[in-house]
């Protein structure tokens, strides 16, 4: 069973997992509107981020 599930797909970089699980961007923030500079990175265009727990966090 291991072996055959071993075998599936490829690993994923920390950004597209961020952007298939969400996740921590590591910019510190202190409310939404603080989040909103994130979509203009590449990468980042089509994604929604909001403040949670003092960091920017991918929706």
Partial sequence: M???ISNLGKALN???QQSINGGNTGMA???HDDCLILS????YEYEEFFCMWG???IQ
């Fill in 55 to 57: 960091y920017c966090q």
């Fill in 2 to 4: 291991l072996k055959n």
């Fill in 14 to 16: 920390k950004t597209e």
């Fill in 40 to 43: 203009s990175l590449p990468y």
């Fill in 29 to 31: 923030c202190s409310h």
